[in-house]
């Protein structure tokens, strides 16, 4: 069954360590720390993408900043409550990580897979220059009787096809992580830089029929 759970929510980031350790929390003992990983886009934008990874794979002492990994496992969230409300937190739940060479280059440096279903009606939209958009929010099933809830966001005819599911909708995606600064208004009227994470999709399907 655990290994079903493993399958259903799979995710591998290649790129450059941007940030130290910072301590997340412990369970049973073993600490998990986060840290910040870039990841080149095929433009010349990128993407930092946080990382949760245990002390028991990688060394948290040492420095590691301006080397090259390739992490896999899987998209994480939790909700942090905060100043009154519940604040989604995502990134990547490292299960193994191993250092790449500076040149190297990897085809596919950022790609996440995903099976679950439907937890928010879909909102489609068109941007003011005719481009289909839609946004998702998907429930990835985990061990435990918990789950994962991922915010995508999907174009053009996935956007057409995503417009049309129902809250329960059992889908499959695959995509990548991408990071985005959006500025949120205090109370006092001052703006606040935060950073929201979402799964691009480039490839969706229904998965209806495969358990009928």
Known sequence: MTEQFLQNNQVTIAGEIVSGFTFSHQIYGEGFYMMDVKVNR???AYDIIPLMISERIIDV???????????????RSFNRHENGRNHLVLSVFVRSIEFSGEEEEHSRPN??????????EPVYRM?????????????VNRAYGKSDYIPCICWG??????GTLEIGSHIALWGRIQSRDYQKRLSDGSFLKRTAYEVSVSKMESLEMAVK
């Open 157 to 162: 005819r996935n956007a057409r096809f995503a």
């Open 61 to 75: 002492s040492e420095d590691y900043v301006g080397r090259r990994v390739e992490a896999h496992g899987q998209f």
């Open 42 to 44: 095929l433009s010349e």
């Open 127 to 139: 941007t003011p220059l005719g481009r289909e958009i839609a946004d998702i929010l998907i429930a």
């Open 111 to 120: 790609q996440i897979f995903l099976d679950g279903y439907i937890c928010k």
